[in-house]
């Protein structure tokens, strides 16, 4: 016998209103993150498919990068996710605005500019 599954287990696209990209990995080998670091973006990755409201993932992009040292390749990967919510996290937008707090802000003086391109 098959049953069909309840109206509220099912995940429409159409309800999708914010999706979020995280990014675990790099393919970069000037910023490769450490271990701690993957494991806070693998953790951010977890909460968004746990807490409320549960996202779900709606693809994934994976790119590589292929080195050559010395007589060795060495592969760098990265996988960004993309998970959409029905509306954006509050936990996600408190989190945004800790990150951007801890950036540092840098201000042009343009008459500093000027003096040394000026010469």
């Known amino acids: 016998m098959i049953t069909s599954q309840s109206h509220s287990d099912t995940f429409d696209l159409t309800n999708v209103a914010y999706v979020h990209r995280v990014v675990v990995g790099s393919v970069d080998p000037q910023s ?19 807490e409320s409201p549960k996202g779900k993932v709606l693809g994934m992009e ?6 050559r040292i010395g ?8 996988v960004a996710y993309h998970i959409g919510f029905t509306r954006q996290p509050y936990w996600l937008i408190e989190m945004q ?9 840098f201000e042009v003086d343009p008459d500093k500019v000027n003096q040394i391109i000026g010469g």
Not at 32 to 50: D, G, H, K, V, Y
């Open 32 to 50: 490769l993150p450490t271990e701690t670091q993957r494991q806070q973006q693998m953790a951010l990755i977890n909460r968004c498919l746990s």
């Open 62 to 67: 994976r790119s590589f990068s292929i080195l």
């Open 71 to 78: 007589e060795h390749q060495v592969v760098l990967e990265s």
């Open 97 to 105: 605005k800790q990150q951007q707090q801890q950036q540092p802000k």
